[in-house]
């Protein structure tokens, strides 16, 4: 009974930073270079209500949920697996953390609390806009999704070493 719900939250794990990944990517990949494409104060503007509006998304329950379960996988998997299922979990999760809450909490949030508090059609806010928040949000948003893209291999790999018994 115990393996199965860790395998099922190994399953759960890859899907969900599947789907974390792919709003990130989706977000770098043309959300960002499209509201950059707008005059800046319309990129500024748009990019404050979307970071106002996410807090009360699924996308967040996702992000931050990952964040809080990576470290009780990583805690079962050092505690009571081994061999590869070990190995793929601990990465995985370590991935999540560093790659994803990390860099989130590092880097996008701080550019994201500043430009909050830009009047959005302000000089300071265009040039933050286009100077900074532009080109390094969107650099940090791609290594995010490329670490939860890596985490959701890592738990596919440890799913699939579980069925194995390795």
Do not use: H
């Not at 990949?29 to 503007?45: C, H, I, K, T, Y």
């Not at 081994?82 to 793929?88: I, L, S, V």
């Not at 790659?99 to 949030?109: D, Q, S």
């Amino acid at each position: 009974m115990e393996a199965n719900w860790f395998f099922l939250s190994l399953q759960v794990s890859v899907i969900a930073c599947a789907v974390v990944s792919g709003v990130f990517l989706t977000f770098s990949d043309f959300v960002m270079q499209s509201l950059n494409g707008a005059r800046p104060s319309a990129g500024v503007e748009v990019m404050q209500v979307i970071n106002r509006k996410v807090y009360r998304t699924v996308f967040m329950v996702l992000l931050l949920g990952w964040s809080a379960l990576s470290p009780v996988l990583m805690i079962y998997a050092w505690l009571l697996l081994g061999g590869q299922t070990a190995f793929w979990v601990l990465s995985g999760s370590a991935v999540y953390l560093v790659g994803v809450f990390a860099v989130t909490l590092v880097f996008n949030v701080p550019m994201n609390n500043r430009l909050d508090r830009m009047n959005f059609t302000g000089a300071d806010a265009a040039a933050y806009w286009s100077e900074t928040y532009f080109p390094r949000w969107t650099f940090w948003n791609y290594v995010r999704a490329i670490a939860a893209a890596v985490a959701a291999v890592c738990f596919m790999m440890a799913a699939a070493s579980m069925m194995k018994g390795l």
